[in-house]
């Protein structure tokens, strides 16, 4: 299927599908290229259609190895699109897929190459808000890196930024992946640069661990740890390494390093990560997988196809999509959803059956626990009462008339 795009470009083929649109190869006057053409209903948005024209210069002034750059964005009648440079190669969550986790050389420096990307886009006032594996492209003609790396480009700038207008997600809505999302999104502060490098921090956690610091279960549950947990350290890797991660991680946007400081200091650490294998790590346990509900034990049954955690897609219900680009529009969670459970609980040691802190298990042992100490605290009264009553009862049953006369003051 062939169609046009704008008066300039030809759409020739399919090459994913994405919640925000989908991604052409394409034909311009320069050449090859990929034609990301945004979904009927954001095209038929008038206001995101102005937004859209008032990021052009913006984005088109983006020009850096390390990111794809956008040519061109065409409005024309119900079409909305990007045009970007052709990358030939893979995304990083299809690389993930295929190796779960990548030796730490080869990790550090695809991350330190979104780095400077992020730089200069930070540079130049533009966040790109939902970076994520899917969002990073592998050059597989450019030269090898550092443990074999390809370049790494970031792409899919302002399309977060384009999908969150006032209208479509009200002050009640956040825009992103779960995953990925930095604390002060999900407590509804106006996202500036350093959530990009938490989001990356995130990436470059789940590239060695293979799986995200604070994904797994519910989206509300992933959300929640975001805002109340502390990571979990990873064994295995240098000291210097963990502490940026750390500092990348920081609830507090402020204790960040910027995308310039990470990028450098990140390849100051490849040296020390030469040859070194993938890491041996475990992925946390879900809750289904732990048995924190009080559903009796059944037979074991046949291994499952591992789900990759945290993607939710924009239109509920939908199927996934073939590129897994998973915006998210959810309700920001209240104060004390956000203060519900202890730190560290989802991932906290506890004893061989016990409930799992703030699951349906743990709430009703709890409700047990206040009712039997209210029955208790019932009867002690009830018991203190009565003995209360007998002990007076007995002085005035024993007390004779002339003892109760004899104890009157005497009269003149």
């Known amino acids: ?65 390390h990111v794809v750059s956008v040519r061109d964005l065409v409005v024309d009648g119900n079409d909305l699109a990007l045009v970007m440079d052709l990358v030939r190669g893979t995304d990083l969550r299809t690389r993930l897929d295929r190796e779960r986790r990548l030796a730490p050389e080869a990790a550090v420096a695809i991350v330190a190459d979104v780095a400077d990307g992020l730089a200069a886009a930070h540079a130049a006032g533009v966040v790109h808000r939902d970076v994520k594996p899917e969002n990073v492209l592998l050059d597989m003609q450019g030269p090898l890196g550092p443990g074999g790396s390809h370049p790494a480009l970031l792409t899919d700038f302002g399309v977060a930024k384009l999908i969150d207008s006032p209208r479509r997600t009200r002050a009640t809505k956040i825009i992103g992946t779960p995953d990925y999302l930095a604390p002060e999104i999900i407590e509804g502060l106006p996202p500036r640069a350093a959530v990009d490098i938490y989001a990356l921090a995130t990436v470059l ?23 109340t947990e502390t990571v979990v350290p990873l064994p295995g890797i240098p000291e210097e390494l963990w502490q940026l991660i750390v500092q990348c991680l920081a609830k507090a946007p402020a204790s960040r390093l910027r995308a310039s400081e990470l990028g450098e200091r990140l390849r100051e650490q490849l040296p020390l990560l030469a040859g070194m294998p993938p890491l041996d790590v475990d992925e946390p346990e879900s809750e289904a997988e732990a048995g924190y509900e009080d559903a009796p034990a059944a037979e ?20 996934p999509d073939s590129n897994r680009d998973t915006h998210t529009s959810m309700r920001v969670p209240g104060p004390d959803e956000l203060a519900g459970g202890a730190r560290g609980t989802a991932r906290a040691p506890r004893a061989a059956g016990a409930p799992r802190p703030g699951s349906a298990r743990h709430r009703a042992s709890a409700r047990r626990r206040r009712i039997t100490l209210g029955v208790a605290g019932a009867a002690l009264v009830a018991a203190v009462g009565v003995g209360t009553w007998l002990a007076a009862s007995g002085d005035d049953a024993g007390a004779t008339p002339s003892d109760t006369e004899n104890s009157a003051p005497a009269t003149p």
């Open 1 to 65: 299927m062939v169609r046009k795009i704008g008066s300039r470009y030809t759409a020739n083929q399919i090459l994913g599908r994405g919640s925000a649109g989908t991604v052409w190869l394409g034909e311009g006057p320069e050449g090859p290229v990929a034609i990301k053409l945004l979904r009927e209903d954001l095209a038929s948005d008038q206001e995101l259609v102005g937004r859209f024209v008032q990021e052009r210069t913006a984005l088109l002034g983006l020009d850096h190895p």
């Open 205 to 227: 956690y789940e590239l060695l661990a293979g799986f995200t610091p604070f994904g797994g279960g519910h989206p509300g549950a992933v959300l929640r740890r975001h805002v």
């Open 300 to 319: 074991p049954e046949a291994p499952r196809e591992r789900v990759r955690r945290g993607a939710v897609p924009l239109v509920p219900g939908a199927a």
